[in-house]
């Protein structure tokens, strides 16, 4: 069993930056795919960002492509998602999860945009853009 836990949510004006982490509670993530995704009020669970469990490897939504960047320290058991120039159509809910079939099994960039392919989920961060 893989516990996550997310930190670094708050409220940000627009064009701020916020960091996300997710700590994961096993000393394996390295064999991890894991993923970032949001949900907003009213809304579906979108894919936000993803990583190889080696962190070579990245793959982004379109919506946030040049302003966030995800990145692993493997060592530390943990995942980011540096988020710049924030918007307030970013508000939401920010989730990571793992998952450790995603870039193994399931090959291919199409994959780590599924979240019914990942196992484990952590409870989410809110992130909050002001305008």
């Known amino acids: 069993q893989v516990q996550l836990v997310e930190s670094g949510g708050g409220l940000v004006q627009a064009g701020g930056s916020l960091r996300l982490s997710c700590a994961a509670s096993?000393?394996?993530?390295?064999?991890?795919?894991m993923g970032w995704f949001r949900q907003a009020p009213g809304k579906e669970r979108e894919f936000v960002a993803a990583?190889?469990?080696?962190?070579?490897?990245?793959y982004y939504a379109d919506s946030v492509k040049g302003r966030f960047t995800i990145s692993r320290d493997n060592a530390k058991n943990t995942v980011y998602l540096q988020m710049n120039s924030l918007k307030p159509e970013d508000t939401a809910v920010y989730y990571c999860?793992?998952?450790?079939?995603?870039?193994?099994?399931?090959?291919?960039?199409?994959?780590?945009?599924?979240?019914?392919?990942?196992?484990?989920w952590g409870q989410g961060t809110q992130v909050t853009v002001s305008s």
């Open positions: 096993t000393r394996t993530l390295s064999t991890y795919a």
């Open positions: 999860a793992a998952d450790p079939n995603v870039g193994t099994y399931y090959t291919g960039s199409y994959y780590y945009t599924r979240s019914d392919l990942y196992h484990y």
């Open positions: 990583i190889s469990w080696s962190g070579g490897n990245t």
